[in-house]
């Protein structure tokens, strides 16, 4: 069971990125699913989370009406729309999967990717 992220880089200010998370191994369709970010130094801390069939979502106060989190079941993925990104974005992203919620917390997810780091220059 696996959960690979893609799509970081290097972006200027007020540039976008679409991060995708995608799981094989087995279907997540029922999983909620969460992004969460860590920046150097720093703890890992919440970004986006959606539950299972996509009609509910949850943002981070710094990530809201700039990110947009999204999912197929289809393609087993999940998806992190950023725009108007901000130096104080720059960490490295991680998403993960809960099979029983959508949290806020690290706490409760049981899968987890490797990390795509994501660097906003001003």
């Known amino acids: 069971v696996q959960l690979q992220a893609s799509g970081g880089g290097l972006v200027q200010a007020g540039g976008s990125l679409r991060l995708s998370c995608a799981a094989s191994g087995r279907s997540f369709s029922t999983y909620g699913k969460g992004w969460f970010r860590q920046a150097p130094g720093k703890e890992r801390e919440f970004v986006a989370a959606i539950n299972w069939s996509g009609g509910s979502t949850n943002y981070a106060d710094s990530v809201k009406g700039r990110f947009t989190i999204s999912r197929d079941n289809a393609k087993n993925t999940v998806y992190l729309q950023m725009n108007s990104l901000k130096p104080e974005d720059t960490a490295v992203y991680y998403c993960?999967?809960?099979?029983?919620?959508?949290?806020?917390?690290?706490?409760?997810?049981?899968?987890w990717g490797q990390g795509t780091l994501v660097t906003v220059s001003s």
């Open positions: 993960a999967a809960d099979r029983n919620r959508y949290g806020t917390t690290p706490t409760g997810y049981e899968y």
